[in-house]
Nanobody, 115 residues
Framework: QVQLVESGGGLVQPGGSLRLSCTIS????????MGWYRQPPGKSRELVAS???????IYAASVQGRFTISRDHAKNTIYLQMNNLKDDDTAVYYC?????????WGQGTQVTVSS
């Protein structure tokens, strides 16, 4: 059973920064890709950033240049560094891992951007 455990959400003012972490219960190399999705209030879940095992990372246009996805193989952990946060970034953020046709999800962590 694959488990993803997220941490790092919270309340931050506009222009501030947060870093989300997601640790997977098995080798990160067993997944074709890992990434972050978010679900704003009243809206559908959307891709934020994805990092395939090989190749370039993918970012939503709305976060390009502000968010950075990275991973630490030794810790089986991925990160999402979020800078210059805006009100529209308020959402529940979910960690995702993909293997073949299967998606695995974390429990979600709330990020609230508000003054």
């Amino acid at each position: 059973q694959v488990q993803l455990v997220e941490s790092g959400g919270g309340l931050v003012q506009p222009g501030g920064s947060l870093r989300l972490s997601c640790t997977i219960s098995q080798s990160i190399f067993s997944m074709h890709s890992m990434g972050w999705y978010r679900q704003p209030p009243g809206k559908s879940r959307e891709l934020v950033a994805s990092k395939p095992l090989t190749g370039s990372s993918i970012y939503a246009a709305s976060v390009q240049g502000r968010f950075t996805i990275s991973r630490d193989h030794a810790k089986n952990t991925i990160y999402l560094q979020m800078n210059n946060l805006k009100d529209d970034d308020t959402a529940v953020y979910y960690c995702n891992a993909k293997h073949s046709d299967t998606d695995y999800w974390g429990q979600g962590t709330q990020v609230t951007v508000s003054s």
